[in-house]
């Protein structure tokens, strides 16, 4: 089992930046699949950013591709999330997860933090 953390999350205005961080604790971090996702209320949660956990390949929404950027940090057991050129569509509740290698989903998750882009 692994645990996760968010933090980072804020009020920021259109076509500014923000940067999530995701710390883990309690598991080989090396060994999972690391995610991003986010929810607004009324609408289902939706896969923002994964990047794998030994290559390091990247994968990224259609909606945030160019503006987004995810990476990872191994020694330190965090993975990131950079956000420019906010959009008021970015608003939402960002949830950290991680997949063991040898699963088909995201089987941990974080607690959420709150991104809120004004316009």
């Known amino acids: 089992q692994v645990q996760l953390v968010e933090s980072g999350g804020g009020l920021v205005q259109a076509g500014g930046s923000l940067g999530l961080s995701c710390a883990a604790s309690?598991?080989?971090?090396?060994?999972?699949?690391m995610g991003w996702f986010r929810q607004t209320p009324g609408k289902e949660r939706e896969f923002v950013a994964s990047i794998t956990s030994r290559s390091a390949t990247t994968y990224y929404a259609g909606s945030v591709k160019g503006r987004f950027t995810i990476s990872r940090d191994n020694a330190k057991n965090t993975v990131y999330l950079q956000m420019n050129s906010l959009k008021p569509e970015d608003t939402g509740i960002y949830y950290c997860?991680?997949?063991?290698?040898?699963?088909?989903?995201?089987?941990?998750w974080g607690q959420g933090t709150q991104v809120t882009v004004s316009s």
């Open positions: 309690g598991g080989t971090f090396s060994s999972y699949h």
């Open positions: 997860a991680a997949q063991r290698v040898t699963s088909l989903y995201y089987d941990h």
